[in-house]
């Protein structure tokens, strides 16, 4: 039975990063996407050059205009099996798995404020 039910799990974690819950038949299976991962995600496709981290509401919110796609993403993951993801049922997304599925992130929502001069890397 292929995992149905998505959703984004935006209650109070201790995760850093995304976390998304599935049902597989009556079995909860969940998803995770670090931080990290979602920084290099969205910086690919922002081609800003400077780095600056997401915070929970923003990669939550990305999560949820992006779910078609991380569906798809975590749906292949999850089928290959425990061969292939030792974590198996849970699913760490990785880079790697994003840039095999093809699949682009919608960044049209993401609203980026301005850091205070403090937080500016130095060159």
Do not use: C
Request: charged content about 25%; cysteine-free.
């Amino acid at each position: 039975m292929p995992l149905a039910h998505f959703r984004i799990d935006e209650g109070p974690h201790t995760m850093d990063g995304l976390r998304l819950i599935a049902r597989d038949g009556n079995k909860q299976v969940e998803a995770f996407m670090s931080r990290k991962v979602m920084d290099v995600w969205a910086e690919s496709v922002e081609h800003l050059g400077g780095r600056q981290s997401l915070f929970r509401d923003q990669y939550n919110a990305l999560g949820r205009l992006n779910l078609p796609a991380l569906q798809r993403i975590v749906r292949a993951k999850y089928e290959r099996g425990a061969a292939f993801n030792r974590q198996h049922p849970f699913v760490e997304v990785l880079f790697s798995d994003i840039s095999e599925s093809g699949e682009t992130l919608d960044l049209s929502e993401l609203v980026r404020e301005a850091l205070p001069p403090a937080f500016h890397r130095l060159a």
